[in-house]
T-cell receptor, first 116, second 115 residues
Framework: AQSVTQPDIHITVSEGASLELRCNYS??????LFWYVQSPGQGLQLLLK??????LVQGIKGFEAEFKRSQSSFNLRKPSVHWSDAAEYFC??????????????FGGGTRVLVKP | DAGITQSPRHKVTETGTPVTLRCHQT?????MYWYRQDPGHGLRLIHY???????DKGEVSDGYSVSRSKTEDFLLTLESATSSQTSVYFC??????????????FGAGTRLSVL
């Protein structure tokens, strides 16, 4: 069965510092990969996704993620964090079928706190 | 943002009572999903629908049923609520596109407390 692990439950980062969130997955084949962000009291918003091709993908809000097949990882990065980036971040995988993203499996989430 | 409305937004109920949560969409998306969110578990799929009257079970479907009689509405029912069903419930929708597929859009959630 597929699974997604986000090893860091909480991360605290200073404003302006870089951020990296880890995501490892277990899947029979290369799945479709996603990162979502959830602000307090809100639903989830898609940050970026990887289906195929270039393993470095760019998303919204200045985020990027790199797919590493050999490590079964899809880590999320941002070079300079803003206070508004404080939120919970979820990595997800889905079967490589159309429609992509069907029946997603989510990681447990990483809560990011931003210090002034 | 996709037009997804979940109702109610908050509900407190007692063990053993039936509860129905509603998800309404205005995007004419074919696919609709119900997830529950619990600390440390992320979101887990309860049920999903791939068309009117077409539904299937997800990872944590026990104790839940769904119905979809119209494209725009997807109902989640707890026939007899238990304390373990205290959670935040999210509805999501997804259209159909060729190639690399389409995104899931999420509603704002319903916070359910079963006492």
């Amino acid at each position: 069965a597929q699974s997604v692990t986000q090893p860091d439950i909480h991360i605290t980062v200073s404003e302006g510092a870089s951020l990296e969130l880890r995501c490892n997955y277990s899947y029979g084949a290369t799945p479709y990969l996603f990162w979502y962000v959830q602000s307090p009291g809100q639903g989830l918003q898609l940050l970026l996704k990887y289906f195929s091709g270039d393993t470095l993908v760019q998303g919204i809000k200045g985020f990027e993620a790199e797919f590493k097949r050999s490590q079964s990882s899809f880590n999320l990065r941002k070079p300079s964090v803003h206070w508004s980036d404080a939120a919970e971040y979820f990595c997800a995988v889905g079967p490589p079928d159309v429609p992509a993203g069907n029946k997603l499996t989510f990681g447990g989430g990483t809560r990011v706190l931003v210090k002034p | 943002d996709a037009g997804i409305t979940q109702s109610p937004r908050h509900k407190v109920t007692e063990t053993g009572t039936p509860v129905t949560l509603r998800c309404h969409q205005t995007e004419n998306h074919r696919y609709m999903y119900w997830y529950r969110q619990d600390p440390g578990h992320g979101l887990r799929l309860i049920h999903y629908s791939y068309g009117v009257k077409d539904t299937d079970k997800g990872e944590v479907s026990d104790g839940y049923s769904v119905s979809r009689s119209k494209t725009e509405d997807f109902l989640l029912t707890l026939e007899s609520a238990t304390s373990s069903q205290t959670s935040v419930y999210f509805c999501a929708t997804q259209g159909v596109s060729r190639g690399s597929g389409s995104d899931q859009y999420f509603g704002a959630g319903t916070r359910l407390s079963v006492l």
